[in-house]
């Protein structure tokens, strides 16, 4: 098997807090590769999210190592780690984090116009159609549906045709059907440009569409990694 895209070696995860260390990940070794679907299920509170944020270098390990896309991110600054993760790694929340003051478009192209490239709304336009909201490329979030916001956020994570893409429940504000349908063009993203993605999810149905299900328990793996 090829090399890793994700690798995590004994990675933990502690912060500060009024009330003195949290422990928050403990001693978490698996491996992703190359486009592979994963799953990320657990409890409230049992570090999934805050693993998610140690895939893509938005938390840094406070012991072991990850890599990811052949770096070790514990030794790059953050300059370098937003030079990766603009490049190479979508990111999808469960809130939008939309600009509220750019459009659809926009909101899309920036982020691709700041990476240097010409061709940025373009692209932009090009994926906004592909998740079904580009007669909406004008309009501001606050016009926009939950539904429809949560489109353009996967459209930005999209643009960049990144290796990775990391979504931390993003069907969590969705009604259902609309919430099926974000999840259909997020695993969509393998088809279109053979994207890796990890999935935090309480639902077990959605996670069972995965190739993999990791589960947490209180900042611990639940099962074999390399299951």
Known sequence: MSSPLLSLDHASLSL?????????????????????????????GSGKSSLLMLMGGLE????????ALG???????????????????GVVFQSFHLIPTLTALENVATPLELAGHDDAFDRAADELRAVGVGHRADHYPFQL???????VALARAAAPRPRMVLADEPTGNLDGPTGEVIVDLLFGLRERYGSTLVLVTHDTELAARCDRVIRLIDGRLDVDPTG
């Open 16 to 44: 500060r807090s009024n009330a003195g260390r949290v422990d928050i990940l403990h001693g978490i070794t698996l491996d992703v590769h190359e486009g592979e679907t994963v799953g990320l299920t657990g409890p409230s």
């Open 71 to 89: 770096h070790d991110l514990g030794k790059m600054n953050e300059d370098a780690l937003a030079k990766l993760r603009r490049d190479n790694v």
């Open 60 to 67: 840094r390990a406070t012991g072991g190592t990850v890599r």
């Open 145 to 151: 549906s939950g539904g429809e916001q949560q489109r």
